[in-house]
């Protein structure tokens, strides 16, 4: 697919765009959802640092864990000066069951991501 632009606090680049609930992106990139972008938008990018799920984040794409295969996570409540934390990925559709039961998690949307794009929320 063509790239989107994306702007956030912290730079301007123009990136392939993607869906986090699938794993379409090039080898070494992984798909993020960037909530601190001025359009709100997912694509692919290095993870630029290992910051696992409850982890704080500070960046979109600091979120990424090795745990259970290499997989990104988002940067839940990420705003300019405002610190987020890192959650998995997860498809609505699939309400708890779509996310790992490690603990009792449900999934809930991600304010501005496309249709059925959530987060695992801890019960």
Request: with cysteine.
């Given at each position: ?19 986090v ?24 990018a ?13 960046t ?5 864990s ?57 019960l």
């Amino acid at each position: 697919p063509a790239e989107i632009c994306v702007s956030n606090p912290i730079k301007l680049a123009c990136r392939r765009p993607c869906d986090v609930r699938n794993l379409d992106c090039q080898a070494g990139t992984y798909c993020f959802f960037d909530s601190s972008a001025a359009v709100p938008a997912a694509y692919c990018a290095v993870p630029t640092e290992s910051r696992d799920e409850d982890s704080a984040c500070t960046t979109p794409t600091a979120c990424f864990s090795m745990l259970r295969g290499a997989h990104s996570l988002h940067c839940l409540g990420l705003a300019l000066g405002q610190t987020g934390i890192c959650r998995a990925y997860c498809d609505t559709a699939a309400g708890t069951a779509g996310c790992f039961q490690d603990r009792p998690r449900t999934c809930l949307p991600i304010p501005a991501a496309s249709t059925g794009t959530g987060y695992c929320n801890p019960l």
